[in-house]
């Protein structure tokens, strides 16, 4: 029998250090699941209220999520809590030995037309000072984990050894243990990215996906189905559930040299768990867990998923400029 998360019971195969925490989080995530399900009769959740640093957009239920997770982490062991909604860090436990970082509503976006959305987080190590806790190497994530809100609220989370899927039960409130080893499937036809921002790819990122559109008839020799939902929780958990790859990559407009997403809230953590359930993160030619944030709401490029796609998609960087250019005459190349 499953055990689950009630007061001081504990989350089903969670280190008990990181107890507390979870079990903070988990509890926020209930709360936010159950007014999400009740949309508008909530009150207007996806009323805009202000911007961030990033310069999005803020609704309401962005602020009311952030501010709900500082409250419940308090007396966690959190020492140093970073969220996309904040501008610094904020210390909540003096004597606390962790530092979370969180996107307390990834694709807020979404919250008025009944899409998945989520929360997403990670834990490091606290160091003395609050910066330097979070802008450091990916790779000394100790924990990392997204809740997501749609048919079924879930927690998918890893330790470091593996990724564990719990799910909500809407009977008794309680996340239950229904996977504790869950890995991205290596066979798939499904590739997410926003195709329209074609135009403005580096050449290695349009003739990869010139080669998917090409189907049957291009060197892939098989037919592809494109996904876009625009909610970087919603597309980690298809891809966890059914493999394929997601590809955000750089551009040539103005604020996307280096990527959209956040290293420290979006890209690390969704990196970490991808690489624990046998996929690959990259910023496209690099693997992105021994890359580190300069700032705290720094950007970079970020493709995953299943491991054989996103080393293709890195195939097409290691070619000098001109073979690219002529990928583009001739798709011969990378055929299978």
Same mark, same amino acid.
């Given at each position: 029998m499953?055990? !689950?998360?009630?007061?001081? @019971?504990?989350l %089903? &195969?969670?280190p008990?250090?990181?107890?507390? /925490?979870m079990?903070a989080?988990? =509890?926020?995530?209930?709360?936010?699941?159950r007014?999400?399900a009740?949309?508008p009769?909530a009150?207007?959740?996806?009323?805009e209220?202000?911007?961030?640093?990033?310069g999005?957009?803020?609704?309401?239920?962005?602020?009311?999520?952030?501010?709900?997770?500082?409250?419940?982490?308090?007396?966690s062991?959190v020492?140093w809590?970073?969220?996309?909604?904040?501008?610094?860090?904020l210390?909540?436990?003096n004597?606390?030995?962790?530092?979370l970082?969180?996107?307390p509503?990834?694709g807020?976006?979404?919250?008025?037309?009944?899409?998945?959305?989520?929360t997403?987080?990670?834990?490091?190590?606290?160091?003395?000072?609050?910066?330097?806790?979070?802008?450091r190497?990916?790779i000394?994530?100790?924990v990392?984990?997204?809740?997501?809100?749609?048919?079924? !609220?879930?927690?998918?989370v @890893?330790?470091? %050894? &593996?990724?564990?899927h719990?799910?909500?039960? /809407?009977?008794?409130?309680?996340? =239950?243990?229904?996977?504790?080893?869950?890995?991205?499937?290596?066979?798939?036809?499904?590739?997410?990215i926003?195709?329209?921002?074609?135009?403005h790819?580096?050449?290695?990122?349009?003739?990869?996906?010139?080669?998917?559109l090409?189907?049957?008839?291009?060197?892939?020799?098989?037919?592809?189905?494109?996904?876009w939902?625009?909610?970087?929780?919603?597309e980690?958990?298809?891809?966890?559930?059914?493999?394929?790859?997601?590809l955000?990559?750089?551009?040539?407009?103005?604020?996307?040299?280096?990527?959209?997403?956040?290293?420290?809230?979006e890209?690390?953590p969704?990196?970490?768990?991808?690489?624990?359930?046998g996929?690959?993160?990259?910023?496209?030619?690099?693997?992105?867990?021994?890359?580190?944030?300069?700032?705290?709401?720094g950007?970079?490029?970020?493709?995953f998923?299943s491991?054989?796609?996103?080393?293709?998609v890195?195939?097409?960087?290691?070619?000098?400029?001109?073979?690219?250019s002529?990928?583009?005459?001739?798709?011969?190349?990378?055929?299978?």
């Amino acid at each position: 029998m499953a055990m !689950t998360m009630t007061g001081k @019971t504990p989350l %089903e &195969g969670a280190p008990e250090r990181f107890q507390a /925490p979870m079990s903070a989080l988990c =509890k926020v995530a209930r709360d936010l699941s159950r007014k999400i399900a009740l949309g508008p009769l909530a009150g207007e959740l996806g009323a805009e209220v202000g911007s961030n640093l990033g310069g999005d957009t803020q609704k309401a239920l962005d602020v009311l999520a952030d501010e709900a997770f500082v409250a419940a982490l308090a007396g966690s062991g959190v020492r140093w809590y970073a969220s996309e909604e904040r501008d610094d860090v904020l210390e909540i436990d003096n004597d606390g030995a962790l530092a979370l970082a969180i996107d307390p509503l990834d694709g807020s976006s979404n919250i008025d037309v009944n899409v998945s959305i989520g929360t997403i987080f990670s834990i490091y190590e606290a160091k003395p000072e609050p910066e330097a806790s979070f802008l450091r190497p990916a790779i000394e994530q100790i924990v990392a984990g997204y809740f997501i809100y749609g048919p079924q !609220t879930a927690l998918i989370v @890893t330790f470091g %050894e &593996g990724v564990r899927h719990y799910v909500l039960d /809407p009977e008794d409130r309680e996340f =239950k243990l229904v996977n504790p080893a869950l890995t991205i499937p290596s066979k798939s036809t499904e590739f997410a990215i926003n195709a329209s921002n074609y135009r403005h790819w580096s050449k290695p990122i349009r003739a990869y996906i010139d080669d998917c559109l090409a189907g049957d008839q291009g060197p892939r020799a098989k037919n592809f189905n494109m996904r876009w939902v625009a909610s970087l929780v919603a597309e980690t958990h298809r891809i966890m559930s059914r493999g394929g790859i997601f590809l955000y990559p750089a551009d040539a407009r103005p604020g996307y040299e280096h990527g959209r997403l956040r290293m420290v809230y979006e890209c690390a953590p969704i990196a970490m768990l991808v690489e624990q359930a046998g996929g690959k993160a990259t910023t496209g030619p690099d693997r992105l867990l021994p890359q580190a944030a300069e700032t705290l709401h720094g950007r970079i490029p970020l493709i995953f998923g299943s491991a054989d796609k996103v080393d293709r998609v890195a195939a097409y960087y290691d070619l000098p400029d001109q073979e690219v250019s002529a990928l583009f005459g001739s798709r011969g190349l990378f055929r299978g």
